[in-house]
């Protein structure tokens, strides 16, 4: 399929296959004799866990330095909680991921108690 059938498969645009490409996220894909690039649905399905992981708040640096793994999630989603290959506790850059979203959940309630003890 086409880099628009591709995207709209995965729920995403033809400029975030390209940035995704860019970024080592995705392989290069094959392309037709007129340069064009043909997806199959290995690479839709990398996708959708792709966009599963941004959308947890990993960033596109996160994924880069593991691109080389991302095959290892079977299907088109990521492994629930207690399922084989989602382990116990999440490691490496999840817990980084966690620990950085904890710091900004604590700053955001400071700032918040702060701001509320101000307008009353």
Partial sequence: MRIGDA???????????????????LPPPQRTV??????????VARLRVIRQLLGLGLTVA?????ADRLHLLEGDRLPGYGEP????????????????LNAEVARLTRLRDR??????
């Fill in 62 to 66: 996160d994924l880069r330095d593991r």
């Fill in 85 to 100: 290959g989602a382990g116990a506790k999440p490691t490496g850059v999840a817990s980084r991921r966690i620990a950085t």
């Fill in 7 to 25: 995207a709209a498969a995965a729920g995403t645009t033809p400029r975030a296959l390209r940035f995704y490409e860019a970024n080592g996220l």
């Fill in 115 to 120: 701001l509320s003890t101000r307008t009353r």
């Fill in 34 to 43: 007129t340069g064009q690039r043909i997806y199959g649905p290995g690479d």
